[in-house]
């Protein structure tokens, strides 16, 4: 599924299932609490934290998607184009970033 694909899916579930888009600094505090939620995860997985007692079935990809939703989301009702969008931020990391990285010893280490 492309990005412009994704947004019309989510649209079209909101305003069939969901009934209306949630306000946007309603989102923001929504996409925060699923970013959270992926953060959980990532330091219990893979940082130094240990799962708690029922913790272990947590689902990264489904937390991810959740993410993924609240953006197109906020993208939709702010009429964001995320193709475009994303597009043009690459354009500009590529610019910006051409020899940065190749040149950080750190990533050699």
Same mark, same amino acid.
Request: hydrophobic share 35%; proline share 0%.
């Given at each position: ?18 009934? #209306? ?9 929504? $996409? ?23 913790? /272990? ?34 354009? /500009?990391?590529?610019? #910006?970033?051409?020899? #940065?990285? /190749?040149?950080?010893?750190? $990533?050699?280490?």
């Amino acid at each position: 599924m492309e990005l412009k694909e994704a947004q019309r899916s989510v649209d079209e579930w909101i305003n069939t299932t969901g009934v #209306r888009y949630f306000n946007e600094l309603t989102n923001m505090a929504m $996409l925060t609490e699923e970013v959270g939620e992926v953060a959980k995860i990532m330091a219990r997985r893979y940082g130094e934290q240990s799962f708690k007692e029922g913790e /272990k079935d947590n689902d990264l990809a489904d937390e991810l998607a959740d993410v993924l939703f609240v953006l197109i989301c906020i993208a939709n009702q702010t009429g964001t184009d995320l193709t475009a969008a994303f597009e043009k931020n690459l354009h /500009k990391k590529t610019s #910006r970033d051409e020899s #940065r990285h /190749k040149n950080n010893r750190k $990533l050699f280490e």
